[in-house]
Protein backbone atom coordinates (compact mmCIF):
# COMPACT_ATOMS: atom_id res chain seq x y z
CA UNK A 1 0.00 0.00 0.00
CA UNK A 2 1.42 3.35 -0.84
CA UNK A 3 1.64 5.61 1.88
CA UNK A 4 3.53 8.73 3.04
CA UNK A 5 3.48 9.23 6.53
CA UNK A 6 4.22 13.10 8.04
CA UNK A 7 5.46 13.22 11.96
CA UNK A 8 7.10 16.30 13.79
CA UNK A 9 4.52 18.41 14.04
CA UNK A 10 3.04 20.37 17.54
CA UNK A 11 2.69 23.86 19.22
CA UNK A 12 5.51 26.30 19.75
CA UNK A 13 6.31 29.72 20.32
CA UNK A 14 7.53 32.18 17.45
CA UNK A 15 11.12 32.19 16.79
CA UNK A 16 11.23 28.32 17.95
CA UNK A 17 11.76 25.48 15.39
CA UNK A 18 10.27 22.22 14.41
CA UNK A 19 11.93 19.54 12.27
CA UNK A 20 9.25 17.40 9.88
CA UNK A 21 9.93 13.87 8.60
CA UNK A 22 8.24 12.33 6.07
CA UNK A 23 8.52 8.41 5.35
CA UNK A 24 7.35 6.93 1.92
CA UNK A 25 6.52 3.30 1.66
CA UNK A 26 4.94 1.12 -0.34
CA UNK A 27 5.94 3.01 -3.47
CA UNK A 28 6.85 0.80 -6.39
CA UNK A 29 8.16 3.74 -8.82
CA UNK A 30 10.88 6.39 -7.77
CA UNK A 31 9.39 9.87 -7.94
CA UNK A 32 11.30 12.85 -9.43
CA UNK A 33 11.37 15.17 -6.30
CA UNK A 34 10.17 15.10 -2.65
CA UNK A 35 8.51 17.88 -0.86
CA UNK A 36 5.70 20.18 1.39
CA UNK A 37 3.39 22.20 0.77
CA UNK A 38 1.07 23.88 3.84
CA UNK A 39 -2.80 24.65 3.78
CA UNK A 40 -4.06 27.15 6.60
CA UNK A 41 -7.57 27.36 7.83
CA UNK A 42 -9.69 29.13 4.70
CA UNK A 43 -6.49 29.83 2.36
CA UNK A 44 -5.14 28.27 -0.28
CA UNK A 45 -2.59 25.10 -0.59
CA UNK A 46 1.07 26.81 -0.86
CA UNK A 47 4.09 25.07 -2.08
CA UNK A 48 6.71 25.34 0.72
CA UNK A 49 10.00 23.45 -0.23
CA UNK A 50 10.96 20.49 -3.04
CA UNK A 51 14.02 18.75 -3.31
CA UNK A 52 14.86 16.65 -6.60
CA UNK A 53 15.49 13.40 -5.91
CA UNK A 54 18.42 13.25 -8.63
CA UNK A 55 20.80 15.58 -8.34
CA UNK A 56 19.60 17.19 -4.24
CA UNK A 57 18.42 20.47 -5.78
CA UNK A 58 16.27 22.69 -3.24
CA UNK A 59 13.61 24.79 -3.75
CA UNK A 60 11.97 27.39 -1.41
CA UNK A 61 9.21 29.70 -1.39
CA UNK A 62 10.04 33.50 -0.65
CA UNK A 63 8.30 33.09 2.62
CA UNK A 64 10.46 30.75 4.07
CA UNK A 65 14.14 31.06 2.43
CA UNK A 66 16.35 31.27 5.11
CA UNK A 67 14.09 29.64 7.79
CA UNK A 68 13.61 26.44 6.69
CA UNK A 69 15.94 23.77 5.46
CA UNK A 70 14.37 20.71 3.28
CA UNK A 71 17.15 17.32 3.24
CA UNK A 72 16.25 14.08 2.26
CA UNK A 73 17.43 10.79 4.38
CA UNK A 74 19.49 7.58 3.18
CA UNK A 75 16.76 6.83 0.68
CA UNK A 76 14.97 8.98 -1.87
CA UNK A 77 11.84 8.47 -0.46
CA UNK A 78 12.89 10.04 2.77
CA UNK A 79 12.49 13.63 3.68
CA UNK A 80 12.98 16.55 6.70
CA UNK A 81 11.89 19.73 6.41
CA UNK A 82 13.77 21.61 9.53
CA UNK A 83 11.91 24.89 10.47
CA UNK A 84 13.59 27.75 12.32
CA UNK A 85 12.43 31.00 13.39
CA UNK A 86 8.69 30.62 13.32
CA UNK A 87 6.45 32.75 12.74
CA UNK A 88 2.47 32.70 13.75
CA UNK A 89 1.98 32.82 9.75
CA UNK A 90 3.94 29.57 9.59
CA UNK A 91 0.70 27.54 11.35
CA UNK A 92 -0.84 25.51 8.74
CA UNK A 93 -1.18 21.58 8.45
CA UNK A 94 2.02 21.11 6.33
CA UNK A 95 2.04 17.78 3.68
CA UNK A 96 4.45 15.75 2.81
CA UNK A 97 4.26 15.11 -1.23
CA UNK A 98 5.39 13.62 -4.27
CA UNK A 99 6.16 14.95 -7.79
CA UNK A 100 7.71 14.17 -11.09
CA UNK A 101 9.54 17.30 -10.49
CA UNK A 102 9.77 20.12 -8.50
CA UNK A 103 7.71 22.72 -9.64
CA UNK A 104 5.27 19.73 -10.85
CA UNK A 105 2.09 19.08 -9.80
CA UNK A 106 1.33 17.03 -6.59
CA UNK A 107 0.69 13.27 -7.30
CA UNK A 108 0.67 12.18 -4.07
CA UNK A 109 0.56 13.29 -0.64
CA UNK A 110 0.14 12.62 3.25
CA UNK A 111 -2.41 13.33 6.03
CA UNK A 112 -0.48 15.57 7.01
CA UNK A 113 1.04 17.19 10.62
CA UNK A 114 -0.52 20.15 12.44
CA UNK A 115 2.56 23.13 12.81
CA UNK A 116 1.18 25.83 15.60
CA UNK A 117 2.88 28.95 15.90
CA UNK A 118 1.45 30.91 19.06
CA UNK A 119 2.49 32.69 22.10
Known amino acids: QEQLVESGGGSVQPGGSLRLSCAAS????????IGWFRQAPGKEREGVSC????????HYADSVKGRFTISRGNGKMTAYLQMNNLKSGDTASYYCYLSQSCGGGYEFWGQGTQVTVSS
Open 26 to 33: GFILDYGA
Open 51 to 58: ISSSDGRT
